[in-house]
């Protein structure tokens, strides 16, 4: 059975993730739907946990959180260079919002927080043709986040862009695959996230309820739910 390794980086508030799960259960219910037959560990280095053995994994999955990969943590440099590691030995990856920008940090890009604010609620991107992954013009995935890949890594292909996040989906030589978007949140999980954003003042109230307004409207989650399950699964086929 595929086994992937979920590299948990940010923890869901307790009553969020009562109602909504952990990041770690969200990708595994999002890749489980795509392939039942997937089993799954957890490592959390956001609460303290070592960084796993690479020579033993089979695939790896770096969720988001609401640190910075800019921030002084003690666990990100030691990710970055595993990151580094498991790209070179290609042990397929896949890192999606914090994952995503974590990868590009580690292999040479930059990332910092946007001038355009917060990206909140369903986003359409651009899918690059010819890509060999996603497949249609576009795709609907539901967002947040202020920071951005801004200089993607040479040899990074970017595959999903928009107007607000031009660099929402990087492709490196075959195993390491990375999204800005989410597409593990359920609808609820995504309003949550707005209702967050507004709590703090974060973002206007302007923005954050045209974000609820638009998951009204449908989200391809599972079309790209199920591309990282194909890409963890048979990237190194």
Same mark, same amino acid.
Not at 14 to 43: C, L
Not at 218 to 229: D, M
């Given at each position: 059975?595929?086994?992937?390794?979920?590299?948990?980086?940010?923890?869901?508030?307790?009553?969020?993730?009562?109602?909504?799960?952990?990041?770690?259960?969200?990708?595994?219910?999002?890749?489980?739907?795509?392939?039942?037959?997937?089993?799954?560990?957890?490592?959390?280095? #956001? *609460?303290?946990?070592?960084?796993? %053995?690479?020579?033993?994994?089979?695939?790896? &999955?770096?969720? $988001?959180?609401?640190?910075? /990969?800019?921030?002084?943590?003690?666990?990100?440099?030691?990710?970055?260079?595993?990151?580094?590691?498991?790209?070179?030995?290609?042990?397929?990856?896949?890192?999606?919002?914090?994952?995503?920008?974590?990868?590009?940090?580690?292999?040479?890009?930059?990332?910092?927080?946007?001038?355009?604010?917060?990206?909140?609620?369903?986003?359409?991107?651009?899918?690059?043709?010819?890509?060999?992954?996603?497949?249609?013009?576009?795709?609907?995935?539901?967002?947040?986040?202020?920071?951005?890949?801004?200089?993607?890594?040479?040899? #990074? *292909?970017?595959?999903?862009?928009? %107007?607000?996040?031009?660099?929402?989906?990087? &492709?490196?030589? $075959?195993?390491?695959?990375? /999204?800005?978007?989410?597409?593990?949140?359920?609808?609820?999980?995504?309003?949550?996230?707005?209702?967050?954003?507004?709590?703090?003042?974060?973002?206007?109230?302007?923005?954050?309820?045209?974000?609820?307004?638009?998951?009204?409207?449908?989200?391809?989650?599972?079309?790209?739910?199920?591309?990282?399950?194909?890409?963890?699964?048979?990237?190194?086929?």
């Amino acid at each position: 059975m595929p086994r992937v390794t979920i590299i948990e980086t940010g923890i869901v508030s307790p009553k969020n993730r009562e109602r909504h799960g952990s990041y770690p259960q969200m990708f595994a219910r999002m890749i489980g739907a795509a392939d039942a037959s997937v089993t799954f560990d957890t490592v959390s280095i #956001a *609460a303290g946990a070592s960084l796993p %053995d690479i020579e033993e994994l089979e695939a790896i &999955l770096i969720t $988001g959180s609401s640190a910075g /990969v800019y921030d002084e943590l003690d666990w990100i440099a030691p990710l970055e260079a595993f990151v580094r590691t498991a790209h070179e030995k290609k042990v397929p990856m896949v890192g999606v919002c914090f994952g995503h920008q974590l990868i590009a940090q580690a292999l040479g890009g930059t990332v910092r927080k946007s001038e355009k604010g917060w990206g909140l609620g369903r986003h359409v991107y651009d899918v690059a043709p010819g890509n060999s992954l996603i497949e249609g013009a576009d795709i609907a995935i539901a967002c947040s986040h202020q920071d951005q890949v801004i200089t993607p890594p040479v040899g #990074a *292909a970017t595959i999903l862009s928009s %107007d607000f996040t031009p660099h929402a989906g990087l &492709l490196y030589s $075959g195993t390491t695959f990375s /999204v800005q978007p989410h597409p593990e949140f359920t609808v609820g999980f995504a309003l949550a996230c707005c209702e967050m954003v507004r709590s703090r003042g974060g973002a206007p109230d302007s923005v954050v309820a045209s974000a609820e307004a638009s998951l009204a409207e449908q989200l391809k989650s599972a079309r790209l739910g199920g591309v990282i399950t194909r890409f963890l699964t048979g990237a190194r086929r």
